[in-house]
C-alpha cells in the first residue's frame, strides 16, 4: 500500500489534489462545511481488489490523503466496503492500519443485515481484533 501511496503523491493528478487541499480557500470551505456538523465521515464504497488492481490502491492512498488533509475534521477511519474484497484483502486493511486507526470494514449491507459470505466473517473477527 506504501508504494501505492507513493505513486499517487508522485502522479500529476495526486500533486494536483494535494496542491488544492492546501489551497486557503478549500481550507476555509471545509471550516464552513464543518461548521453545521462536528466531523465528516470518510466512506469508501466498491473499492474493488487491491490485491488484483492497482486502481483501488490509488483510490484507497486518495482516500488517506483527504482523511489526512481533514485532520481533526474526520471522524475515526475510513470505513470500507466492497464485496469483492477477499479475506486477506480485508485482514491486510484492517490490521496493516490498526496502529493508526485509518481504516475499518464495514461488515453490514446499506439495510444494516449482516453480511454472509466469509469474507465478513472475517472481516468482522479482524474489527473487533483491533478495536
Not at 470518510?42 to 492512498?61: F, N, W
Not at 485482514?91 to 465478513?120: F, G
Request: hydrophobic share 40%.
Amino acid at each position: 500500500m506504501q508504494s501505492s501511496i507513493r505513486r499517487f503523491d508522485n502522479s500529476r493528478f495526486g500533486r494536483r489534489f494535494l496542491s488544492r487541499l492546501r489551497d486557503p480557500q478549500i481550507q476555509e470551505r471545509f471550516h464552513e462545511l464543518t461548521a453545521s456538523c462536528s466531523q465528516i465521515q470518510i466512506v469508501a464504497y466498491g473499492i474493488g481488489s487491491i490485491e488484483s488492481y492497482e486502481t483501488p490502491r490509488l483510490q484507497l492512498a486518495l482516500a488517506l490523503r483527504l482523511k489526512e488533509a481533514l485532520g481533526d475534521t474526520a471522524a475515526g477511519p475510513i470505513e470500507v466496503f466492497d464485496p469483492v474484497l477477499s479475506a486477506a484483502e480485508c485482514a491486510v486493511l484492517v490490521l496493516s492500519s490498526a496502529a493508526r486507526l485509518l481504516l475499518t470494514m464495514i461488515v453490514a449491507d446499506e439495510k444494516q443485515r449482516p453480511r454472509r459470505s466469509s469474507t465478513c466473517r472475517t472481516a468482522r473477527q479482524c474489527s473487533m481484533k483491533t478495536s
